[in-house]
Structure formats: structure tokens, C-alpha cells
């Protein structure tokens, strides 16, 4: 859709204790679905669609405890209602619990539009884990996922083919309905909303400190602007060219600005409401906005799409972009602040004053990490040097100063892990000296290096002792720890000798287990042993003579049995 103009108000309307307006309760046409309360019955209320001209239908009627939330849809007379430890399901006639079973606290939690599919984000009661529960509204569970740390949002897609989620520590995530990860994202903020596309492919996230950005089918941040507050409530068009959002400002919690972004993550309307609102929803097309006020006042807004595209901000983008890439770099965030500078660069090419201050900014950050990497490195701690040179590489990839100083780096470091390597050997840690060496080489430049040799060393002196372990107890008669010492050897340094060893020891092992059998009168087991020995070796004398001796004594063994039991019977 073009870039918006205005926004024009239709109605405004007051319903007393009507819950606030869901994400998909607004339609193409302007109609709203809003949970409207009967005046004369307690806890009673009516699914009301409300017209673009202002006329109203009654859909259904339920009737629910207190919620924490509701949510409803435009195109569905289902719906669901959440309490802190409760999820009502209303579908039909009826109404249900969703996981009944189970004591557990809800988080959140989204229907689609369709009324068809739902999730729901969930805790046990002492809020130790977190799941994630996707299911039907006839209340079927169809999956479950556990999540690590405390999850916070989520939202279902239009059509219910995708859900994500989001969680305390930034992280978010999307699955699809078959319960398969199409995409993990890692950002700092902690997450408070969430919405997305009709398809559930691309989606928005708004964050406790103001963070709104958009994350596409790939998994990659499409774009981010910073408001000032907490980012509590979030709407998406149905193709995501156009993200509504809800900011709870510090200095007055009691009031919500508005703000409608673009597909470029510009701000091209804004507006300071008068009443706290708590909820908002964005039509598919983009055309209608509707808001939901505490005090249960609905407001319904048609979107004036301009004819030139969004205005240019200029000076103003290169500015913000500035701050914040400030900001971030303060805080010890090189990589964020460069790749706010690199997203401002695009956001108008044709702002030559804004570029050339956002290059200037983007140069300094660069020159300053520069030198700090070469003090770390002459420090001695490699791996600050190597973090910061990749960074800076990462922004300049013909930078030959700066891939230069990463190999020399990464040599440092791959040195300093071969000699805590080498210590560790000596002391007989093994697994460490292994771990160390492995990290050793992935650190060091491509290529043939010393930590290659020191590894492949340490295996071949580990094999040796095990097989010299292996000599003894196989001497003693040890057949299982001889054995097992063997694999171990096999499997620091393979050769071919071994593994003959590790047959015959194999096979000796299993002969002696058959011969116990057969000796202790076992003889079913017996043959089973024998038959082993022979798939190995079918060349085993005493396996094949032993195991002629165990078939016919099991069968005269059998038969015995027969006969006295026909005796019995006379």
C-alpha cells in the first residue's frame, strides 16, 4: 500500500467493561469484533460486530469469570478468553478449558483468524519452566514445546499456519503448524508483543524499551526503529508493508502514543491519544485502524494513503540513526551500533548531508576499535582482538590492515591454546587437552597448522597406552576390559591390525560365554553364542563342534520334556 497521508477518525464508541480490541478483530470493510457486556447480567457478554457505518450485530453470547485477555476474530463467532491459570475455548454452544489436566500458569496467549487454531505460552506453577502449547478451538492439543527461560509473547497467523513467540531475553522463534522451526532470532530486548503477516512468515516484534522491527521469511531483520517507551501492543497488515504500534511512555503510563510504520521501518504517522489504551488491531489491506481504550471506548480510523510515497526525513533518519548507534556503542554494542549505521545509509540515498555524517561516525567507530584490538593483542588476550577485528571485518571485508591483524590474532590464540594443551596432556586430562586443541584449530588461519600435529599426536600416544592396557588385561584373561580398552584405542587412532585384534578378542569373548553356557547346561543359549562365534570366523573348530554337541542335547532336551509329560498324562 502507499505511504500514509492521515488518518481520518470514522466513529468512537463507549461500551463499560468491554474487553480491548484483539488483532484480528478488524476487517477489510472496517466491521470490528469487540466482547460487548449485557447491562443486566453478571459476567455475561455479546460477540457485537460493529459496522464501518456505525450499525452493530450481535453474533453470539458466553459468559466467563474476569480475563486477562480476550480474542476475538472478524470472520469467526469463536473465541478465547485467558486467565492467570486458566484458557476458556468458546466454539459453538460450548465452553471449554484448554489443557484441564494440568496446574499451570498462562502467559499468553493467540487465536488465528480463522477462529480455527490457537497457542498459548505457559509456565508450571512454581514458574520454573516454560512451554509453548499449539491446539484446535475444540480443544485438542496438537503439540508441545518446552522453551528455555521465560517466554512473553506470541501470535498466531491469520490463516493458523504459523506461530511465534517471543521471550524474556529477546530471543524470538517461528514454527509452522507441523511444530518445525522455520527461523530463531536473537536480539537483547525483552520482548512484549508481537504480530505478523497473514501468511505468518514475516513478523514484528515490540520491545520493553521501545524496539520495533520487523524479521522476514528468512530469518533476517528487515528493519528496526526505536520509540520512546515500552512497545505494549503491535498490529501487521496482512502483507506487512504496514505495522501499528502502542508505546507506553516512562513519564505518563496513564496515556499511549500511536505510531503507523511503513515498510522501510519509517515512522509516516503518529498521534498522542488522551486515554490509556490497551488494545489495537490493523485491517489485512491496511485501510482501517481501530483502538481499544481502558475505559472500554473503541475507536475506528480509515487510512489516507498519499500520492507521493512516504516524506523524506532527511537530515532527521541520519540523526536518530546517529543516537542510537551512539548508544549501542557506549554500551560496549560495536557490531548493533555499525549495523544501525549501515540500515540509516539505505534508508535515504539521496540525504548526502546525513550520509556523510553517518560514514564520519561509522570511520571513528572503526579506527577506535582498530587501535583497541591491537592493544588486547599486545596484551596478550586474543580473544577480545579476535572479536573486535571480526567485527570490523565483518563491516569492511577489503580492510587488508584489518585481515592481516585477525590472521596474526588467530595464530596468537591457536598457540596459546596448544600450549594449556599441552599441560593438560601431561596431567592426564585427556578430554581437556582434546577440547583445547580442537578449539586450537578452529580458531587458527586455514591451512595446515601445529595444533593439527599436537592433536593427531595425542591420539596416537593415547592409542598406544590403551593398547598396552589392552596387552595386560587380555594376558590375564580379561576378555570385556581387554576388549574395551581395545575400542578405546581404535577409536583415538584407527589401523587395520587393530581391528583384527578387536574380532578375535570379540570372538574369544562370545566362545567363552557359549562354552559357559553349554558347560552349565544352557544349551539354547549355547548355540546362540556358538552362531555368533561362526558368523564372525566360520571357520571355528571348536565353535562348530560345540555347537553340534548344544543342538542335539537342546533337542534331546525338548523331546525329555515332551516324553515325560505324555507319561504324566497316563
Same mark, same amino acid.
Given at each position: 500500500?502507499a505511504?500514509?497521508?492521515?488518518l481520518?477518525l470514522i466513529?468512537?464508541?463507549?461500551?463499560?467493561?468491554?474487553?480491548p480490541l484483539s488483532r484480528?478483530?478488524?476487517?477489510?470493510?472496517?466491521?470490528?469484533a469487540l466482547?460487548?457486556?449485557r447491562?443486566?447480567?453478571a459476567?455475561?457478554?455479546?460477540l457485537?460486530?460493529?459496522?464501518?457505518?456505525?450499525?452493530?450485530?450481535?453474533r453470539?453470547?458466553?459468559a466467563?469469570?474476569?480475563?486477562?485477555?480476550?480474542?476475538t476474530?472478524?470472520?469467526?463467532?469463536?473465541l478465547i478468553?485467558?486467565?492467570?491459570?486458566?484458557?476458556y475455548?468458546?466454539h459453538?454452544?460450548s465452553?471449554?478449558?484448554?489443557?484441564p489436566?494440568k496446574? /499451570?500458569?498462562? $502467559?499468553? *496467549?493467540?487465536?488465528?483468524g480463522t477462529?480455527?487454531?490457537?497457542?498459548?505460552l +505457559?509456565?508450571?506453577? &512454581? @514458574?520454573?519452566?516454560?512451554a509453548l502449547?499449539?491446539?484446535?478451538?475444540?480443544g485438542g492439543?496438537?503439540?508441545?514445546?518446552e /522453551?528455555?527461560? $521465560?517466554a *512473553?509473547?506470541l501470535?498466531?497467523?491469520?490463516?493458523g499456519?504459523?506461530?511465534? +513467540?517471543?521471550?524474556e &531475553? @529477546?530471543?524470538?522463534?517461528l514454527?509452522d503448524?507441523g511444530?518445525?522451526?522455520?527461523?530463531?532470532?536473537?536480539?537483547e530486548?525483552?520482548?512484549r508483543a508481537?504480530?505478523?503477516?497473514?501468511?505468518?512468515?514475516?513478523?514484528a516484534?515490540?520491545?520493553s524499551d521501545?524496539?520495533? @522491527?520487523?524479521i522476514?521469511?528468512e530469518?533476517a531483520?528487515?528493519?528496526?526503529?526505536?520509540?520512546?517507551?515500552?512497545?505494549?501492543?503491535?498490529a501487521?497488515?496482512?502483507?506487512?508493508?504496514?505495522?501499528?504500534?502502542?508505546c507506553?511512555?516512562?513519564?505518563?503510563?496513564?496515556t499511549?502514543?500511536?505510531?503507523?510504520?511503513d515498510?522501510?521501518?519509517t515512522i509516516?504517522?503518529?498521534?498522542?491519544?488522551e486515554k490509556?489504551?490497551?488494545?489495537?488491531?490493523?485491517?489485512?489491506?491496511?485501510?482501517h485502524l481501530a483502538?481499544?481504550?481502558?475505559?472500554?471506548?473503541?475507536t475506528?480510523y480509515?487510512?489516507v494513503?498519499?500520492?507521493?510515497?512516504?516524506?523524506?526525513?532527511g537530515?532527521?533518519?541520519?540523526?536518530?540513526?546517529?543516537?542510537q548507534?551512539?548508544?549501542?556503542?557506549k554500551?560496549g554494542?560495536?557490531?548493533?551500533?555499525l549495523?544501525?549505521l549501515?540500515?540509516?545509509?539505505?534508508?535515504?540515498p539521496?540525504?548526502?548531508?546525513g550520509?556523510d555524517?553517518?560514514?564520519?561516525?561509522?570511520?571513528?567507530?572503526?579506527?577506535?576499535a582498530f587501535?583497541?584490538?591491537?592493544n588486547?593483542?599486545?596484551k596478550g588476550?586474543?580473544v577480545?582482538?579476535i572479536?573486535?577485528l571480526?567485527?570490523?571485518?565483518?563491516e569492511?571485508?577489503l580492510?587488508?590492515?584489518t585481515?592481516?591483524?585477525?590472521?596474526?590474532?588467530?595464530?596468537?590464540r591457536?598457540e596459546?591454546l596448544?600450549l594449556?594443551?599441552?599441560?593438560?596432556?601431561?596431567?592426564?586430562?585427556?578430554?581437556?587437552?582434546?577440547?583445547?586443541l580442537?578449539?586450537?584449530?578452529?580458531?587458527?588461519p586455514p591451512?595446515p597448522?601445529?595444533?593439527?600435529?599436537?592433536?593427531?599426536s595425542?591420539?596416537?600416544?593415547h592409542?598406544?597406552?590403551?593398547?598396552a592396557?589392552a596387552?595386560?588385561?587380555?594376558?590375564?584373561?580379561?576378555?570385556?576390559?581387554g576388549?574395551a580398552?581395545?575400542e578405546?584405542?581404535?577409536?583415538?587412532?584407527?589401523?587395520?591390525?587393530?581391528?583384527?585384534k578387536?574380532i578375535?578378542?570379540?570372538?574369544?569373548?562370545?566362545?567363552?560365554?557359549?562354552?559357559?553356557a553349554?558347560?552349565?547346561?544352557?544349551?539354547?543359549?549355547?548355540?546362540f553364542q556358538?552362531k555368533k562365534?561362526?558368523?564372525?570366523?566360520?571357520g571355528?573348530?571348536?565353535?562348530?563342534?560345540?555347537?553340534?554337541?548344544s543342538?542335539?542335547f537342546?533337542q534331546d532336551?525338548t523331546?525329555?520334556?515332551?516324553?515325560?509329560?505324555?507319561?504324566?498324562?497316563?
Amino acid at each position: 500500500m502507499a505511504a500514509i497521508r492521515t488518518l481520518n477518525l470514522i466513529w468512537e464508541r463507549r461500551f463499560r467493561g468491554a474487553y480491548p480490541l484483539s488483532r484480528y478483530a478488524l476487517d477489510d470493510e472496517g466491521t470490528v469484533a469487540l466482547a460487548i457486556p449485557r447491562p443486566l447480567e453478571a459476567r455475561a457478554f455479546d460477540l457485537t460486530r460493529l459496522r464501518h457505518d456505525g450499525s452493530a450485530e450481535v453474533r453470539a453470547g458466553f459468559a466467563v469469570e474476569t480475563l486477562v485477555k480476550l480474542e476475538t476474530s472478524t470472520v469467526s463467532n469463536s473465541l478465547i478468553g485467558m486467565t492467570a491459570d486458566d484458557l476458556y475455548l468458546f466454539h459453538g454452544a460450548s465452553k471449554i478449558r484448554f489443557m484441564p489436566e494440568k496446574r /499451570i500458569n498462562f $502467559l499468553d *496467549s493467540g487465536m488465528s483468524g480463522t477462529g480455527t487454531a490457537l497457542a498459548a505460552l +505457559f509456565s508450571d506453577i &512454581a @514458574g520454573a519452566s516454560f512451554a509453548l502449547a499449539f491446539g484446535e478451538i475444540g480443544g485438542g492439543v496438537v503439540w508441545l514445546k518446552e /522453551i528455555d527461560g $521465560l517466554a *512473553s509473547a506470541l501470535t498466531v497467523s491469520r490463516d493458523g499456519s504459523r506461530v511465534a +513467540f517471543g521471550a524474556e &531475553a @529477546g530471543t524470538l522463534w517461528l514454527m509452522d503448524a507441523g511444530r518445525r522451526e522455520i527461523w530463531e532470532f536473537a536480539q537483547e530486548s525483552p520482548i512484549r508483543a508481537m504480530a505478523c503477516s497473514s501468511d505468518g512468515l514475516q513478523v514484528a516484534y515490540g520491545t520493553s524499551d521501545g524496539r520495533v @522491527g520487523l524479521i522476514d521469511e528468512e530469518g533476517a531483520r528487515r528493519w528496526e526503529t526505536r520509540l520512546p517507551g515500552e512497545a505494549f501492543a503491535i498490529a501487521l497488515s496482512g502483507n506487512a508493508e504496514l505495522c501499528a504500534v502502542l508505546c507506553r511512555r516512562p513519564e505518563d503510563p496513564s496515556t499511549a502514543h500511536i505510531y503507523l510504520i511503513d515498510a522501510t521501518g519509517t515512522i509516516c504517522w503518529d498521534y498522542d491519544a488522551e486515554k490509556r489504551l490497551l488494545g489495537l488491531a490493523i485491517s489485512p489491506d491496511g485501510r482501517h485502524l481501530a483502538t481499544g481504550a481502558r475505559d472500554g471506548t473503541t475507536t475506528l480510523y480509515e487510512a489516507v494513503p498519499g500520492k507521493g510515497g512516504a516524506v523524506r526525513r532527511g537530515n532527521a533518519q541520519a540523526g536518530s540513526a546517529l543516537e542510537q548507534a551512539e548508544t549501542l556503542h557506549k554500551a560496549g554494542s560495536l557490531a548493533l551500533a555499525l549495523l544501525k549505521l549501515r540500515e540509516a545509509l539505505d534508508l535515504d540515498p539521496a540525504d548526502c548531508a546525513g550520509c556523510d555524517r553517518i560514514i564520519a561516525a561509522r570511520d571513528g567507530y572503526f579506527q577506535e576499535a582498530f587501535v583497541e584490538a591491537q592493544n588486547q593483542m599486545a596484551k596478550g588476550c586474543y580473544v577480545q582482538a579476535i572479536s573486535l577485528l571480526g567485527t570490523l571485518l565483518h563491516e569492511e571485508p577489503l580492510h587488508i590492515e584489518t585481515a592481516q591483524a585477525l590472521r596474526e590474532a588467530r595464530a596468537k590464540r591457536s598457540e596459546e591454546l596448544i600450549l594449556q594443551a599441552k599441560s593438560r596432556g601431561a596431567e592426564g586430562n585427556i578430554g581437556s587437552a582434546e577440547q583445547l586443541l580442537r578449539e586450537a584449530i578452529a580458531v587458527a588461519p586455514p591451512g595446515p597448522t601445529t595444533a593439527r600435529t599436537e592433536l593427531a599426536s595425542l591420539f596416537a600416544d593415547h592409542a598406544a597406552a590403551a593398547d598396552a592396557e589392552a596387552d595386560c588385561l587380555l594376558a590375564r584373561g580379561d576378555l570385556n576390559t581387554g576388549l574395551a580398552a581395545l575400542e578405546r584405542a581404535q577409536s583415538a587412532a584407527a589401523n587395520p591390525q587393530r581391528a583384527l585384534k578387536i574380532i578375535q578378542a570379540q570372538t574369544a569373548m562370545e566362545f567363552a560365554a557359549g562354552m559357559t553356557a553349554y558347560n552349565e547346561k544352557r544349551y539354547s543359549e549355547a548355540v546362540f553364542q556358538f552362531k555368533k562365534v561362526l558368523a564372525r570366523d566360520p571357520g571355528h573348530a571348536e565353535a562348530k563342534r560345540y555347537l553340534n554337541f548344544s543342538q542335539k542335547f537342546a533337542q534331546d532336551s525338548t523331546t525329555e520334556t515332551l516324553a515325560d509329560r505324555f507319561s504324566r498324562l497316563e
